[in-house]
Nanobody, 119 residues
Framework: QVQVVESGGGLVQPGGSLTLSCVFS????????GGWYRQAPAKDREFVAS?????????IYSDAVENRFIISRDNAKNTVSLQMHNLKPEDSAVYYC???????????WGQGTQVTVSS
């Protein structure tokens, strides 16, 4: 059974950096694209970034995080990472990793990791 588990959340000051990791198991990671969403209290879950199966092909970012966040994948470690720089209080949210298979349309979600940006 395919699963993803996030880690790396925490408390960081405005302007700081944090890296989230998402570890995949239960299948062939190379067959899956991946990405991140986030959800702040009382708000809908929103798209953050995505990366294709072949990372060099395509990374997509929301306008809110472009030029501050970097998504990457390491197929040898079955990991999707999200480097977050110049963090702002409005980046505070629970961040959810997902993967989606090349042969399907259903995302598999992790349990989420909390990111809090505050002084």
């Amino acid at each position: 059974q395919v699963q993803v588990v996030e880690s790396g959340g925490g408390l960081v000051q405005p302007g700081g950096s944090l890296t989230l990791s998402c570890v995949f198991s239960g299948g062939d990671f190379r067959d899956y694209a991946g990405g991140w969403y986030r959800q702040a209290p009382a708000k809908d879950r929103e798209f953050v970034a995505s990366i294709a199966r072949a990372a060099a092909d395509n990374q997509i970012y929301s306008d809110a995080v472009e030029n501050r966040f970097i998504i990457s994948r390491d197929n040898a470690k079955n990991t999707v990472s999200l480097q977050m720089h110049n963090l702002k209080p409005e980046d505070s949210a629970v961040y959810y990793c997902y993967v989606i298979p090349s042969h399907g349309s259903t995302r598999i979600w992790g349990q989420g990791t909390q990111v809090t940006v505050s002084s």
